[in-house]
């Protein structure tokens, strides 16, 4: 039997029914038998020590079970890997934030408290009467008072490349030179599901429901801090609610929760507030840029050069790469770039939607439409005429590369033709009408994955991964693609679950990587069957 292709084809979507139903279940709906509720008390200081902290009156709440603070607090391991050992969503070098640990305050809103209740509104109330004071000491959160500080990242991956030619020189002697400064803001992720954890502890066995893009992360991070064996920590997220990158990583929250349970020894759920996610989950971080150009008269790049400052918290050294993408867009003889971070008394930001390639890309390409003006040439024509035929750094041919049908097509449907290159030419009625465009990239990562798939005599294939995408690629991507590339009809849908090594999400390298794995599945006589070791390139 022969079905059509799967391009263009109406599949089923596996975990559609259950979204729309309601049937599915994210972390703020499951609700164990005798669960508990959690509410963070934070501080309203960005730098300096607690002093005191009354829980009286909230204690003093009906159904508050416990308030949880530094004073009081269970003491965890908090083993921590090496520096340069750690994964790859948590920060090269730094300490992670020691939640309820001491009295320091690293930054405004940091958790200083919980109070665990039996209904969230109790614990809500109750944490609004904690009353906590501060000895307050100097900060600094914003990142153009704190310049003089500025560091190369630890990690050497981080840190920007030497320079290629002589590119102060060239920028010096180049008919044309334009010298601007690009600032963009800190951005912040807000996804439509709350973060969420209910943790639970059976025996010396923890289980985690936790809204993660990454439930290995969870459970490694899990098993650092409180000095346990990764076997014994469980991490369940069959549904996310939204992420962008901020769930990539454990945060406080997670472990304040398994530490509130540990106490109390009932489970606890702890559901951030859209206020929280301000501070508790990871924000893109600020960035400044100083770049300069320098080209011939017909528009030839003769000197580029990008000096990059971005933001990091004071604790841990979060770096994206700030000048990856001036290296290889255009073909120039002569660049330099530099990346340096700057700390603050502000949490630790983290990934979000390209990380560092979109804010980078933002100030390169607005200095090149710049210099486009200054030629009086069309800004199209001026990146054609600079498009790297080969690897600049390198000289290694690409792989592939198809930005130059890119720039054709989108010119074409876009109606390039008919842009003015003189600003507010265009208008309809009181509206001016522009018409621009931009060029970026982001790197398509690759890293070794498993799956483990069952053979159900009835109901096909089940293949079970312990990775979390973004919410559409959750459940089994690319299935209907590769039963009908195979002239098989394709299976009903059935959602899967289960733990097995799943790499990093991000950079469109978990769907791609697993279908072709799952594809060389062989179905085994005892009904499962294990695929591991790295993947192939194809």
């Known amino acids: 039997m022969t079905t059509p292709g799967a391009l263009g084809s109406a599949l089923p979507r596996v975990d559609g029914r259950a979204k729309v139903t309601g049937a599915a279940a ?44 530094h004073r009081n607090a269970p003491r965890l391991a908090w083993a921590e890997p090496p520096f340069g050992e750690r994964l790859g969503i948590e920060p090269a070098a730094g300490h992670f934030l020691p939640v309820l640990r001491d009295d320091e305050v690293r930054f405004d809103g940091q958790p200083v408290a919980v ?58 002697s180049a008919a044309v030179r334009l010298d601007a400064d690009y600032a963009t803001p800190t951005q912040h992720h807000n996804p439509m599901g709350l973060p969420a954890t209910v943790a639970r502890w059976e025996g010396p066995r923890l289980v985690v429901h936790d809204a993660t893009q990454w439930a290995q992360g969870v459970r490694a991070h899990l098993a650092w801090v409180f000095g346990m064996d ?21 945060w406080p929250h997670v472990v304040v929760a398994a ?110 439409d710049e210099l486009a003006h200054e030629l009086q040439l069309d800004p199209l024509e001026l990146r054609l005429r600079n498009h ?23 010119a074409e449907r876009f109606g390039w033709r008919e842009r003015s290159p003189v600003p507010g030419a265009r208008r309809e009625g009181r509206l001016l009408i522009g018409m621009g465009m931009a060029t970026s990239c982001y790197p398509a990562l690759r890293s070794a994955a498993s799956a483990t798939v069952r053979a159900r005599r009835w109901h096909g294939r089940s293949p079970q991964r312990g990775d979390r995408d973004r919410p559409g690629h959750v459940h089994r991507p690319g299935a209907g693609r590769r039963e009908r590339a195979r002239h098989r009809p394709h299976p009903r849908p059935r959602r899967a679950g289960g733990l097995g090594p799943a790499p990093v999400p991000g950079a469109g390298r978990l769907a791609a990587r697993r279908q072709r794995r799952l594809g060389r599945a062989r179905r085994q006589p005892s009904g499962a069957g294990q695929v591991g070791g790295p993947a192939r390139r194809p």
Not at 34 to 59: F, K, P
Request: neutral net charge.
């Open 26 to 69: 994210y972390a703020t709906d499951v609700a164990p038998e005798g669960v508990l509720h959690a509410a963070l008390v934070r501080s309203t200081v960005a730098r300096g020590r607690v002093s005191d902290i009354d829980a009286a009156a909230a204690e003093a709440v009906a159904g508050v079970v416990a308030v949880l603070s």
């Open 388 to 410: 790297a035929e080969v690897e600049p750094d390198s000289g290694v041919p690409w792989s592939s590369n198809e930005l130059r049908a890119c720039y054709r097509v989108g």
């Open 230 to 250: 990764e076997v014994d920590v469980r991490v369940i997220c069959p549904y996310m609610g939204g992420a962008f990158g901020s769930l990539l990583r454990a």
């Open 115 to 172: 109070v665990v209740a039996g209904t969230a509104e109790q614990a809500r109330h109750a944490a609004s009467l904690v009353t906590a004071r501060y000895a307050p000491e100097p900060h600094t959160t914003r990142l153009e008072d704190a310049l003089a500080g500025a560091v190369e990242p630890w990690s050497s991956a981080r840190r920007a490349p030497g320079p290629r030619g002589t590119p102060e020189a060239a920028f010096a």
């Open 259 to 368: 530490m509130a349970g540990r106490v109390v020894g009932r489970p606890v759920k702890l559901v951030l507030s859209r206020a929280e996610l301000y501070t508790s989950t990871g924000h893109r971080p600020e960035t400044r840029h100083r770049i300069r150009l320098g080209a011939t008269r017909d528009g030839h790049l003769e000197a580029i050069l990008h000096d990059a400052l971005q933001s990091t918290s004071r604790y841990e050294e979060y770096a994206e790469g700030e000048v990856r993408l001036t290296r290889l867009l255009y073909a120039c003889p002569n660049l330099a770039t530099s990346y340096r971070l700057v700390p603050l008394d502000v949490a630790t930001p983290t990934f979000m939607r390209g990380p560092g390639e979109s804010t980078s890309s933002f100030a390169l390409e607005s200095a090149i």
